[in-house]
């Protein structure tokens, strides 16, 4: 079956970075365009990062220029390099295909940005 395993968060300061990283597995990674996803309590879900299987990369305003989203086809492994970060980046950050499956969503992982 199809498994999400993101890691990588924690609590940081305004301003520092962190790498979150995303195992993938039970579907063919190599061909889904992937994508990062967060969400903050009483929010919907939004999406933060997407990549193609060319590399191709979209992010929105609020996260442009301050988050990297890359892969590796061969680890299975989607990554996200977020800088620069900002209180309001404080949310449970998920990774899924674009469009998401629907019951694909793992556990994520929890970012906190905070002095």
């Known amino acids: 079956q199809v498994q999400l395993v993101e890691s990588g968060g924690g609590l940081v300061q305004p301003g520092g970075s962190l790498r979150l990283s995303c195992a993938a597995s039970?579907?063919?990674?190599?061909?889904?365009?992937m994508g990062w996803y967060r969400q903050s309590p009483g929010k919907q879900r939004e999406q933060v990062a997407s990549?193609?299987?060319?590399?191709?990369?979209n992010y929105p305003n609020s996260v442009k220029g301050r988050f990297a989203i890359s892969r590796d086809s061969a680890k299975a492994t989607l990554y996200l390099q977020m800088n620069s970060l900002k209180p309001e980046d404080t949310a449970v950050y998920y990774c899924?295909?674009?469009?998401?499956?629907?019951?694909?969503w793992g556990q994520g992982t929890q970012v906190t940005v905070s002095s």
């Open positions: 039970g579907f063919k990674f190599g061909t889904a365009v």
């Open positions: 990549v193609t299987t060319g590399g191709s990369t």
């Open positions: 899924n295909t674009v469009p998401p499956g629907s019951d694909w």
